[in-house]
């Protein structure tokens, strides 16, 4: 299918403190690419780099050809971010959710409306479509986050752990969305998540970050072989190249995030 997103020894510091160390990785139009790695790792500041929130210190990384250097506003354009804090605004409905969305992309307010119908409908949101967002649940959160992400056609969607918070019915919802959305559409599908299982099911290949290092790259299967043991899981895998324990007690500013996002999505 041919490579869609490509990162050329991206790096990124703050004064003395490395995060990002020469990170070099590669998408295939078309399909599904987790992130892995614990907190910290740089997962998200690799994304944040991606959707040109921030700068590389070194380094670039192309989207369909374009530099996120030398052409930032472009890249926009084909690019979605469903980031890990909740950004529709409560206070208004779905639609009108989806359609602020379509002006902040210069999408003409005929094509915006037909598309807002098309992707609630997707979605499976057109009976909500007239309500207020605050009244929906988690799961109908993140799927209208991912239709406002989508409303431009980007090329490449960027989630940052997107089922945070949400009960097992809610993530079911989402990722049946997701995968549907990734199928129908060729959408290529860029994942962060804690969650390896979920990593494992639906990822066609995945990276591990460690101390803002890759530390292992490929197929879900290949990396379980390769540690030469039966029976083997993801969890395994991440702390065989990782070097670190799956941390199930996050950092205080980790946790306190968790606990809003969770105290938002109801």
């Not at 997103?5 to 078309?30: A, H, M, P, R």
């Not at 506003?73 to 605004?89: E, F, N, T």
């Not at 208004?92 to 915006?112: M, R, S, V």
């Not at 290092?213 to 039966?230: C, H, I, N, V």
């Amino acid at each position: 299918m041919g490579v869609i997103l490509q990162t050329k020894g991206l790096s990124k510091s703050f004064g003395k403190l490395t995060v990002l160390y020469d990170l070099n990785i590669s998408l295939e139009k078309g399909e599904l690419f987790s992130l892995l790695g614990p907190n910290g790792a740089g997962k998200t500041t690799t994304i944040k780099i991606l959707t040109t929130l921030l700068k590389p210190s070194a380094g670039d990384a192309l989207i369909d050809g374009v530099s996120i250097k030398k052409d930032s506003y472009k890249v926009r354009k084909l690019i979605g971010y469903v980031p890990q804090m909740l950004s529709a605004d409560g206070t208004l409905t779905g639609y009108e959710n989806l359609l602020l969305f379509g002006k902040l992309y210069d999408i003409p307010n005929k094509e915006a409306k037909r598309r807002a119908l098309e992707a609630l409908e997707f979605m499976n949101l057109s009976d909500f479509a007239s309500k207020q967002v605050k009244t929906y649940s988690g799961g109908m959160v993140r799927r209208l986050e991912i239709a406002q992400s989508m409303l431009h056609h980007p090329e490449v969607l960027f989630l940052d752990e997107p089922t945070t918070g949400l009960d097992p019915i809610g993530v079911k919802t989402v990722w049946e969305h997701i995968l549907k959305l990734k199928d129908q559409f060729n959408t290529t599908i860029l994942l962060t998540t804690h969650i390896m299982e979920e990593a494992d099911k639906l990822s066609n290949h995945v990276a591990f970050l460690s101390r803002g290092k890759l530390a292992a790259t490929g197929t879900p299967e290949g990396l379980k072989s390769s540690l030469g043991k039966e029976n083997v899981s993801m969890e395994d895998v991440f702390i065989h190249y990782t070097k670190e324990s799956l941390d199930t007690e996050k950092s205080f500013r980790d946790l306190r995030i968790s606990i809003r996002t969770t105290s938002r999505l109801g």
